[in-house]
Each structure stands twice: as C-alpha cells, then as structure tokens.
C-alpha cells in the first residue's frame, strides 16, 4: 500500500538555524499539506499545496516558513530561522484530489529547536 | 467556542466492552467528518469517514448529527490492540481542504 514517507525522522537544530523538512507524498496524490503537533497538543495546520503553489494557509504559517516542490516527488518545508516554539511534530499529508478527500498522513519528523 | 471538542478521556474499559465517543463541532457549514486514531507519537491514520447516513466497518460504527453538530464513534467489543488517542477531524469549510483537529479522546482498553 503506497505511503507517504518523510525525513529525517528526528531533527535537532540550535534556535536561529534554517531546517527544511522533506516528505514524498503518494505518488498519484495531487494536494499535499503540511500540520504539526506540539507535544500534548492537538495536530495544527498549517499549509497545503497544489498545483506548484500554496493554495490554503493558517496563522501559524508566517513568513520564516516556505514550502518547494523542488521535483517530481519531494515536499519541502523550510523553517528559516527556528524558534524554540517550533519544537514539534511535523507531519506532512496528501490526497488524491478530485473529490476523494481523505488526507494519508506520513510518519512525522520530530524537530527539536535548542 | 473551541472548533472541534472532544471529551479528552482517558477512557478505562476492559477487553470486550463497548465504549462510545462524542465530538461536537462548531461550524455548521463544515462538509467532511473523520475519525483518525492516533497512538503514542506516532501520525494520525484515517479510522474512517462518518456520513451523514451514518456508517459501519467491523467492529467500528460513525455517527453524524449535522443538526446537533454531533459525531460518534461506537467501538463494540474492544481489543487490547484499540488502545490510542480518537481524533475527531472536520473539514470545516466548503473549498477549504484544511483539517480542522479534535485534541482527541485517550482509550486504554486493560485486559
């Protein structure tokens, strides 16, 4: 069964320090999205993509984040200069699109801002 | 009012039992409904998806209330292995695809 996949798994990086996060998404899936967890909190969006260009984004998506389709299969999301607040689980999502809206979320990258 | 509410558990129940869920959520234009189980740090997976008609799958039954603004979910004869956090998720606006999260209801299902 196709899955989406990220990396790294863990990420620890010092406060101030660019980190670009990296997903594939399931290969015939057109939306891909972005959340994240504060640990004991609930799951946040925070942007989705279609079509090379963000189409949706929340609050929390400012501009120290981006997000690339550098290619045919890697979603990035770049923080530019992290905060210790950024500490979290970042999960990215897809979906097929085309009125099948269900979200496959891949296995997360636990960052940890110092 | 918070988005999408559920009660956060934990809920003890022994292997075997039936245990029911609530989530009630805030906007009544909201179009698509989930459940995703979570376990401990790892992603949400789709549970399944609640209809209006209300729907089944096993031992796992959705319900949707969109006058109440209600969903369930009704575990019936729980196993060890239904231990995890039940994400209650509504899309939560017509053209928007964003997922709006319940913070989730904590099952420990004992033996």
């Known amino acids: 069964e196709p899955e989406v996949t990220q990396t790294p798994s863990h990420q620890v990086t010092q406060m101030g320090q660019e980190v670009i996060l990296r997903c594939v998404p399931i290969?015939?899936?057109?939306?891909f999205y972005w959340y994240r967890q504060i640990l004991g909190q609930k799951v946040e969006f925070l942007v989705s993509?279609?079509?090379?260009?963000?189409?949706?984004k929340s609050e929390i998506f400012d501009d120290q984040f981006s997000v690339e389709r550098p290619d045919g299969s890697n979603f990035t999301l770049k923080i530019r200069s992290t905060k210790l607040e950024d500490s979290a689980m970042y999960f990215c999502?897809?979906?097929?699109?085309?009125?099948?809206?269900?979200?496959?979320f891949g296995p997360g990258t636990r960052l940890l801002v110092l | 009012r918070k988005e999408v509410e559920q009660d956060p558990g934990p809920f003890n129940v022994p292997e075997g039992a039936t245990v029911a869920f609530n989530c009630t959520y805030s906007n009544s234009a909201s179009q698509s409904f989930f459940w995703y189980r979570q376990d401990c740090r790892k992603e949400p997976k789709l549970l399944m998806s609640v209809y209006s008609s209300g729907n089944e799958d096993g031992r796992f039954t959705a319900q949707l209330n969109r006058a109440s603004q209600y969903i369930s979910l009704l575990i019936r004869d729980s196993k060890l292995s239904d231990s995890a956090t039940y994400l209650c998720v509504v899309n939560m606006d017509t053209g928007r695809r964003a997922l709006t999260f319940g913070s989730g209801t904590r099952l420990q299902v004992q033996p």
């Open positions: 993509f279609y079509n090379n260009e963000i189409s949706e």
């Open positions: 999502a897809s979906s097929k699109g085309l009125g099948q809206e269900t979200q496959y």
């Open positions: 290969s015939n899936h057109l939306y």
